[in-house]
C-alpha cells in the first residue's frame, strides 16, 4: 500500500524581517516547512535563510527565488545559507532545471 506523507509549509512573504521570525515561532509547532517567500527574499536578502535554518534546525527551508538566470549561483548561495529546497522558474530552460 502506498503511503502518504503530508507536509504543512509557512510562506513567508512579509517584508519584516522581524515579523517573519515571529511568525515562524508562533508556527514552529504545526508546520514541516518554512518558505522563505520572493518578495521577502528580495527585501531583507538571502541571510534570512541562515537565520531561519538557525532558529529551526529540524524544519525544511524552501528558498522561493524562482530563478531563471545564474540558477547554479543562486541555488548555492540559498544551500550555503542553510536552505534544503530552493525553486526556479518553470518556463526556465531545462539546462537551468538540471543546474538547480
Partial sequence: MLQLSVKLQLA???LE???????TELAALYVDAL???TPF???VGIRIVS???????DKIILTDMKSSDVSAYEAQMAFDNGGDIVTTQGITTLA?????
Fill in 12 to 14: 513567508l512573504d512579509t
Fill in 17 to 23: 524581517r522581524e515579523h517573519a521570525l515571529k511568525l
Fill in 35 to 37: 518558505e522563505a517567500g
Fill in 41 to 43: 527574499l528580495k527585501f
Fill in 51 to 57: 537565520d531561519l535554518k538557525n532558529a529551526h534546525l
Fill in 96 to 100: 537551468t532545471i538540471r543546474e538547480v
